[in-house]
């Protein structure tokens, strides 16, 4: 399905990612990655409110084509730095224009006349952000509304974006590396469904390894929310909390794992040894490690014993 727009920033070949999220040019990384949690778990199939089998597959569409490209490009630091340099130009060539906007919508007209400029574009993203996504028949229209707001509080405000861009981020761009001299109609390769969570699990694994527990069981948690079944973050945000000593959490995430997955292989090595660590009898699960490691205890240092070793090896 294509999902053409052809109002607000998207008059100007150029595609306007925060008008998809619903969020201000100048929201910040922290509103933004709320607010795409709260979308996707609208859209996605295992965990949205839709009922028909038409209406999932639309949600889906829109959650691949149109949400993750725009939180991917607006929550990494370098994409947007660079994101926001172009839509700051944009800016700068509506306010050389703008005898000769033309405005569709009636809030774009409202704001293009009311004399409390930030008020009243906050207020009106904010309460278009609250049924965005409730018809999904309705998404583009509403997307369309939100950018012709942008296009007007970026030519009202001088075209003001956003907060400078970091040094490094603005310092690539001076240099030439990803010059954005003109804003460019090419929109990203459709991300796959489950490729946020994936750049979840990655980013906790990686926090893991370097023993940075509550980053990680961020990552993780948010993850779950977007895909509440899988055994792989359950296993991961257990092992975050054997790590922090905290063997009931630990043993609540291992069970997950292993309903969800009887195989999984974290799980069916360390849940025997939080069983015997809390004094409980094992599972009826089959587990995997040897009769040696069985009889081990945990080790609540967090160093060497029951952890060690863990991921030291090949991730997996």
């Keep these: 399905m294509s999902f053409k727009i052809d109002c ?40 949205s409110f839709t009922e028909s089998a ?13 949400v993750n490209p725009a939180y991917e490009k607006l929550s990494g630091d370098r994409t947007r730095a660079e994101y926001i340099l172009i ?4 800016g700068k060539r509506l306010v050389q224009e703008s005898t000769s906007v033309i405005l569709n919508t009636d809030l774009g007209k409202q704001l293009a006349d009311t004399a409390n400029i930030d008020h009243f574009y906050k207020s009106a993203i904010a309460k278009l952000a609250q049924t965005q996504y409730d018809s999904l028949e309705q998404v583009l229209q509403v997307i369309a509304q939100v950018s012709e707001l942008n296009l007007v509080y970026l030519m ?18 001076q240099s030439g590396t990803s010059e954005p001299n003109t804003p460019k109609n090419t929109p990203p390769a459709p991300a796959k469904e ?35 079944k899988n055994s792989r973050c359950h296993s991961l945000i257990a092992m975050v909390y054997l790590r ?23 799980a069916l090595q360390w849940k025997p040894k ?3 660590a809390l004094g409980q009898q094992p599972s009826d699960h089959k ?30």
């Design 87 to 90: 839509l700051s130009q944009i």
């Design 156 to 173: 009202r405000s001088g075209g003001k974006a956003s907060a400078p861009p970091p040094p490094s981020a603005q310092s690539k761009v």
């Design 274 to 276: 939080i069983d015997k």
């Design 244 to 266: 922090q000593n905290q063997l009931k959490m630990a043993k609540i995430h291992f069970d997950n794992a292993l309903k969800l997955d009887p195989n999984d292989e974290i």
């Design 287 to 316: 587990v995997t490690s040897s009769p040696n490691n069985r009889d081990k205890q945990p080790d609540k240092s967090g160093s060497g014993g029951l952890f060690g070793g863990l991921f030291g090896g090949k991730k997996k």
């Design 8 to 47: 607000g920033l998207f008059k100007y070949d150029f595609i306007d990612h925060h008008a998809v999220l619903c969020v201000p040019v100048d929201a910040d990384v922290k509103e933004i990655r709320k607010r795409y949690l709260k979308i996707a778990r609208r859209l996605h199939p295992d965990s």
């Design 194 to 228: 489950d490729s946020i969570v994936e750049q979840y699990v990655r980013r906790a694994q990686s926090l893991i390894d370097k023993n940075q527990f509550a980053q990680a069981k961020v990552e993780l948690q948010d993850a779950l929310k977007l895909e509440p």
């Design 54 to 66: 038409a209406q999932k597959q639309l949600g889906n569409e829109l959650l691949s084509k149109l």
